[in-house]
């Protein structure tokens, strides 16, 4: 769960929010706000009437775990036997042990919330799960650009740069030094130029 995400379950009293007493003053007007959205959406309603419906609006309890990542962004890979394929398949697999590293906590701060929340927006998968699902596609590396992994979350796609004839794969550490960059900040989408 991100700061955000803590300050509001901890200002957020789930029945007082899902309470018919619409002059009811919250200290925060964030949660105001929300109420008043819901309201207008009807979801106050269901509320009350559905108890249960209010656990979609907890936290969720669950770890994420590294089985998890791989199966929520799966790889589009290039036809079989092509050049392309063969570089996309070196660069996952060091892309995999890299998870196992960050699962392990052996890569610092970053942890695979991290990872997911960079592909997606999203620190954990959702109840209904995602409408999109999460990918990983392979961006050909070209000279004056560097390994640093970027995503467009409007389409839940990792998009991890892959080697060519002309650029070669960076040393391990190297690869795992830009993955560590890229996933503990939030700057997915943007293109990363090397000075």
Known sequence: MDLCQHILMKALDLNRLFSNNSSEEFESACVHNL???????????????????????RPSSCTLTIKAVIKLLQPTFSEEGSNSKRYESAVYTLFLKYLRAVASGRRGIVGLRDVLQFATGATEEPVLGFVLHPSIEFVESTPGTSFIPTASTCTNTLKIPRPSAEIPLPQEEDLFSYYDYAFSNAYFGLNFKLI
């Open 35 to 57: 109420k008043k959205g819901l309201d207008c959406l009807g979801l106050i309603k269901v509320g009350c009437v559905l108890p249960m419906f209010r656990h979609l609006f």
